[in-house]
């Protein structure tokens, strides 16, 4: 929960005392996160720091958690996206209430190498995307946090193979502790391919991520370190369906159901049995608008490498046809843009499309 963004309901203002216990004075804001329930059966409370007058509504992030030894609930403590506060600090500023419990203060952990990079540099948290990681943004620098090792390795190999190659973050510092994975890299400067004003100019977008696509392609792969070919991403896929991991919640509609698949396992079974030609390529492996970056309409960088390797050219461009067409038709972002028609990337890549593949690649994805 530490570093995820969250809007606080103050019911207890700066300036404020305590309902019950008119000696607690509060020299903060204090207040709730709603639909979040806290042991005690009300919903999380939380302080909130680094506002200096009296609020009704706060949105920050969570950047330590009070445990309480001697309570049923925990506080957590709210801030600003751009500020940090020291453990010492946040004992101050909530020792008013803090001091009648015996109580502990859990801030995020990192490994002391990477404690060294980013100590007093603020930061935000990243929420585009789907990974579901922690993501850290710094002025100059990105930490990603994640459980699963396997895949944070397989990225950090392949951002070093691809150092010189195409213009990928640089890893700085990798550590592994406590279950956690911590890897911290340079940060892509420009603007996510998703971003307002690509979205508004279609035809800048459209060349540039055919560019972006055909600059994947020229990567010599003899060398390449990583295959991503059916063999291993359905073996991947396998493990997901074994172990329940598939989002039933977040597919396509059509999938599942009366007119689609019956359950992952059938739709992997059918995967298997469909495979189609391979035509191996360097491929991103999830080549989706957040994960191209642009500048001054061409690319400046790709992000979130864990499915990177060699793999099938039709993966990135099903890929890449379906996050156009969700951004473009408002599914993600909330905003649609009317007389757009995704299959122009076709024209910008001087390729015909092979629907045959797009769909086989996209029902590939449902089971990730």
């Known amino acids: 929960m530490i570093g995820s963004k969250v809007t606080v309901k103050i019911d207890r203002p700066l300036g404020s005392y305590h309902p019950k216990h008119k000696d607690i004075y509060y020299p903060i804001n204090y207040g709730y996160i709603e639909g979040i329930m806290a042991p005690d059966g009300e919903e999380q409370d939380a302080y909130i720091l680094g506002v200096d007058e009296p609020v009704e509504e706060f949105i920050g992030v969570v950047i330590a958690i009070i445990h309480r030894y001697d309570d049923v609930e925990e506080k957590w403590v709210v801030a600003p996206e751009n500020v940090i506060f020291s453990k010492e600090e946040i004992e101050q500023q909530v020792h008013f209430q803090e001091q009648y419990f015996k109580s502990e203060i859990r801030m995020l952990q990192v490994p002391s190498k990477i404690k060294s990079w980013i100590t007093n540099k603020p930061y935000t948290v990243d929420d585009v995307g789907m990974s579901g990681n922690q993501v850290l943004i710094f002025d100059d620098m990105v930490l990603k946090i994640e459980d699963d090792s396997v895949s944070v390795r397989k990225q950090l190999e392949i951002m070093r193979w691809l150092e010189g190659k195409i213009s990928v973050p640089r890893v700085f510092e990798y550590e592994e502790e406590n279950g956690k994975c911590y890897l911290l890299m340079s940060r892509i400067g420009g603007k996510m391919s998703c971003d307002e004003y690509y979205l508004e100019n279609s035809d800048i977008l459209l060349k540039a991520l055919a560019d972006g ?20 991403v359905l073996k991947e ?3 997901n369906v074994d172990n329940n991991l598939v989002d039933i919640d977040n597919v396509e509609p059509e999938t599942f159901g009366e007119n689609g698949f019956e359950s992952p396992r059938h739709l992997l079974e059918w995967l298997e049995s469909n495979r189609p030609i391979f035509e191996p390529v360097f491929s991103h492996g999830d080549y989706c608008l957040p994960n191209i970056f642009l500048e001054d309409g061409r690319i400046n960088g790709f992000i979130d490498l864990g499915r990177a390797g060699v793999g099938d050219k039709w993966n990135d461009i099903a890929l890449c046809y379906r996050s156009i067409r969700d951004n473009f038709s408002g599914r993600y972002g909330g905003k649609k843009y009317e007389n757009f028609n995704p299959d122009k990337l076709f024209e910008a890549l001087g390729i015909e499309p092979d629907w045959e593949k797009i769909r086989y690649y996209l029902l590939v994805d449902e089971l990730f």
């Open 237 to 239: 896929a396998l493990f």
């Open 213 to 232: 696509l055909k600059m994947l392609w020229k990567v010599d792969v003899s060398q390449c370190p990583v295959m991503r070919d059916l063999d291993v």
